[in-house]
């Protein structure tokens, strides 16, 4: 195993585009060993002392590479050629690899997948988190490896016709048959169909419901017919209901939950599922207890929550979702406090004594990938509940947060990576931290 000390490539480097590496500079191609894993997927090397990072490669393999980006701390390359091939790799089962910016580990056994995504989160929680020995489970498995994917976002080429993003680039390559979605997904992009006009769109299937929602382009549009609520993106990027009112529905852990074509939910019913069990573990026996889910969406964790006999607070910024987490809960008759808010401004004014906000005995909070504010953080320490249950899509900033929450007393007694988003580099993690 790498050291811990394996830096990752800085997204915003002061010294971008100097080169402090004359021989790096001068010889083009280099045959290196990859040692590492990065959490954005990329196999690491070592040039001179230089962390070089290479798509496309596994930790043990031989590779010769090409030096496309260095810097002053670490330097990018691009894979020539396996010498000597890890017995983890295989044939990747889409012929769009290598072009499509999608699906990044495909040349990775789907179990050796899993162990790259557990060493990942080890290792950031590590060296970003300063935790000497993380307490992290073998990263587990959820549902399908292939064909998983309910919604999808797609884009158009020059052409019209609709493909994902190439890698590291702007530019769109076009997919007949993409193998993370369901056939229910794929086919409502066949229905949709080329050559609308519209430059982007976003497909969501579910258990009730199937949407399409159109993102105009310069020219007009050609709208498609079909059995699927079809809704528009105005340029504000609201988006107006031209066929149905592009609501769907789920139910997951056995409670029915509604949400909007354009509204945040994950992407599988396997992988909501999966989250809540785990979040219902955490959290241990919940009769009379006082629960804020934070970043509640539409109520995901909410509703099971309050169903295992817990009063939820549940604080979500989105109006569209909080309308719809409070219908959810009405619906369910479920004892969930709606609160359409800000988070930081909710935790900042229950440290205030401000709205009769009550301190809560266990919090969960589900952040967007750019994880909590360190604010939200601190101001949760002040409330202190005896237990932070953390669910994460971004290991980085789970670990950068898990630095903040120890320095406030909180010990990370458990870190359960999930992989929701098979062939990819993308983990969610259920974190808990004990007070």
Excluded at 67 to 95: F, N
């Amino acid at each position: 195993m790498i050291p811990s000390t394996t830096p990752e490539p800085e997204a915003h480097d002061p010294d971008a585009g100097t080169v402090d590496s004359p021989d790096i500079r001068d010889v083009d191609v280099h045959d290196l060993t990859v040692d590492g894993f990065t959490h954005g997927g990329e196999g690491v090397a070592r040039l001179d002392g230089k962390a070089v990072f290479v798509p496309g490669t596994i930790p043990g393999e031989q590779v010769r590479i090409r030096i496309v980006d260095d810097r002053k701390r670490w330097a990018r390359g691009e894979l020539v050629e396996v010498r000597q091939a890890s017995p983890d790799r295989v044939v990747p089962p889409c012929p769009y690899v290598g072009a499509c910016g999608g699906c990044d580990l495909q040349h990775v056994e789907v179990d050796a997948q899993r162990r790259l995504k557990t060493r990942v989160v080890r290792e950031q929680l590590q060296r970003i988190g300063r935790i000497v020995d993380p307490p992290v489970d073998a990263c587990l498995a959820v549902g399908e490896s292939t064909g998983y994917r309910h919604h999808a976002q797609l884009h158009a080429d020059p052409d019209g016709r609709l493909g994902f993003r190439r890698v590291s680039s702007h530019d769109v390559i076009a997919i007949d048959r993409c193998l993370v979605l369901t056939d229910d997904a794929q086919r409502l992009v066949d229905q949709v169909g080329d050559g609308t006009g519209a430059q982007r769109l976003v497909v969501r299937v579910a258990e009730e419901g199937r949407a399409a929602v159109l993102t105009p382009g310069a020219s007009g549009l050609d709208l498609p017919d079909g059995d699927f609520d079809l809704l528009l993106e105005q340029p504000d990027g609201r988006t107006i209901a031209i066929r149905g009112e592009g609501e769907l529905s789920e139910t997951i852990a056995g409670q029915t939950l509604r949400f909007a074509a354009d509204t945040f939910f994950q992407v599988s019913p396997a992988g909501a599922e999966a989250i809540v069990a785990q979040v219902l573990d955490a959290l241990g026996d919940l009769e009379g207890a006082l629960v804020w889910d934070l970043y509640a969406g539409v109520g995901l964790l909410s509703l099971p929550i309050a169903a295992a006999g817990a009063d939820v607070v549940a604080v979500e910024s989105n109006r569209s979702a909080a309308r719809l987490a409070e219908r959810n809960a009405d619906e369910a008759n479920l004892p969930v406090d709606v609160l359409h808010a800000d988070v930081a401004e909710v935790t900042a004014k229950a440290v205030a004594g401000e709205d009769g906000l009550e301190a809560p005995d266990l919090v969960v909070l589900d952040p967007p990938r750019a994880g909590a504010e360190a604010r939200v953080l601190d101001d949760l320490a002040r409330l202190v509940p005896q237990r932070i249950i953390y669910v994460a899509c971004d290991v980085a900033a789970l670990a950068r947060d898990t630095a903040r929450l120890t320095e406030h007393g909180y010990r990370l007694t458990r870190a359960v990576p999930l992989d929701l988003f098979p062939m990819t580099h993308h983990v969610e993690v259920v974190a808990t931290f004990t007070r």
